[in-house]
């Protein structure tokens, strides 16, 4: 059984996104790595629906004042 097996299923991918992106970077890349060499597609995909800090700081003053009021 494959590690991506286990996220076939209906929200498995968000899990997977979720699991990656809140690891250590070195931890990251390991599993990048693995799901690379089973799935380039979904390592690709996972790749580009991670938050990074770059990626928020891209975002308008407006969703970040939003996103930031609801914060306690």
Do not use: H, N
């Amino acid at each position: 059984m494959s590690m991506l097996d286990r996220y076939r299923k209906t929200g498995g991918f968000f899990q997977l996104v979720s699991l990656v992106e809140t690891c250590p970077p070195a931890k990251q890349e390991k599993f990048l790595e693995v799901i690379r060499g089973e799935s380039p597609a979904w390592a690709d995909a996972i790749k580009a629906k991670m938050l990074d800090i770059q990626k928020i700081y891209s975002w308008r003053d407006e969703t970040l004042a939003e996103i930031f009021g609801t914060l306690q």
